[in-house]
């Protein structure tokens, strides 16, 4: 089957993981990984309610592990990729949970991606964000085959902003009233920035199928 061929039925799109950077692994969140999630979202609740759309109100473990398993489902057919983010360990292997990432909103006919990010309170300031977000958008445009790769950041969040800007995105425009902050009701705009190939990536060095595949336990 050609790759062409491939993009109309995605899920027979090989994706490698996990991906490896100099100090991260990044994988497919999995069955089991609803506790370490619960656990980092917990600790970085009052930042995530501020900025993420999907930070309503505070859910538990369980509810977390039944989005991990979604998650994987979405991703085994090529329909989203939520990604969790581990600390390197000396062996190089997953060691804390430090991150939750993905390439989400595919769009297989344009092959069109959209980035998303945010690091647990603990491990902010560490520059995660930008090698993850980075990682990422190498793994579009070499792996997908991705022709448009987007970032959006709300009104304010200009850790955001910085990342994005520090990997060489370029802004497109502003979306009016599209994100609220839950933690006082005011309605933000999103600012979106894009990329149409990697020649302006800043250079991340990510690979990916490296190491050996976990097998999750469903």
Not at 1 to 11: A, G
Not at 118 to 147: N, P
Not at 191 to 212: C, E, F, P, Q, T
Request: with cysteine; proline share 3%; glycine share 8%.
């Amino acid at each position: 089957m050609s790759l062409e061929e491939k993009f109309k039925t995605p899920h027979m799109i090989d994706l490698p993981w996990p991906i490896e950077t100099d100090r991260l692994i990044l994988r497919p969140a999995l069955p089991n990984d609803g506790k370490a999630a619960h656990e980092a979202i917990e600790e970085t609740w009052e930042d995530l309610q501020r900025w993420m759309i999907w930070a309503q109100k505070k859910q538990t473990a369980a509810d977390y592990e039944r989005t991990a398993r979604e998650s994987y489902a979405k991703f085994l057919l090529r329909e989203d990729m939520h990604i969790h983010g581990y600390e390197k360990t000396k062996d190089g292997l997953a060691g804390r949970f430090v991150l939750s990432s993905g390439i989400h909103r595919f769009d297989w006919s344009v092959r069109r991606f959209e980035l998303g990010y945010w690091v647990r309170k603990s491990e902010m300031g560490k520059g995660y964000a930008t090698e993850c977000a980075g990682a990422l958008a190498q793994y579009a445009f070499e792996v997908m085959g991705g022709r448009n790769v987007s970032i959006e950041h709300p009104d304010g969040n200009e850790g955001s902003r910085r990342v994005i800007e520090k990997l060489g995105f370029v802004k497109e425009g502003v979306l009016r009233g599209k994100f609220l902050n839950h933690s006082n009701g005011e309605v933000l705009d999103s600012h979106v920035y894009s990329m149409s190939n990697a020649d302006h990536l800043r250079h991340i060095g990510a690979k990916w199928g490296h190491l050996k595949h976990e097998v999750p336990r469903c």
